[in-house]
């Protein structure tokens, strides 16, 4: 699927740091949320015939290749300008950096602080484009 399609079914445009990288996502709210065993307790894997995240419930530094390999399809390749083209700042919800257990978002409609993996995260209700280090993004602009 491609980035307006994906845009168009309202799923949510953010980026995640591992070993100094980024990669941007678009992706439907329950692939943001981090601790899914924590947001949805009763969500059994093992009773669904769909896999969710690869039954990643939990994603912490143990899972975190295995997580970002469950989401790949969702990666989104951006070319210098594509956030202007597509107006993703303007949709820019969420700034996941794992090398700092940083968990920013924007989005405003669950509380997503109590959905980090566990207590060493630090989580912050903020526009993400600013908290992106500089350096990493600027190739994209």
Not at 22 to 49: S, T, V
Not at 122 to 137: E, G, Q, T
Request: hydrophobic fraction near 40%; aromatic fraction near 18%; include cysteine.
């Amino acid at each position: 699927m491609d980035i307006e399609k994906k845009i168009e079914q309202d799923y949510l445009f953010g980026c995640i740091k591992f070993n100094d990288k980024l990669n941007f996502y678009l992706m439907p709210i329950a692939y943001w949320i981090l601790n899914h065993k924590k947001y949805d307790p009763i969500y059994d894997p093992n009773e669904w015939e769909s896999v969710f995240r690869d039954n990643i419930l939990n994603v912490d530094k143990s899972n975190i290749e295995d997580f970002l390999n469950a989401i790949k399809v969702d990666l989104i390749e951006l070319k210098k300008g594509d956030i202007e083209k597509y107006n993703l700042e303007d949709v820019f919800l969420f700034y996941i950096d794992f090398d700092s257990n940083l968990f920013v978002s924007y989005f405003d409609e669950i509380d997503l602080e109590d959905y980090v993996p566990n207590k060493r995260w630090k989580y912050k209700f903020a526009n993400p484009s600013h908290c992106v280090p500089s350096d990493l993004i600027k190739q994209y602009l």
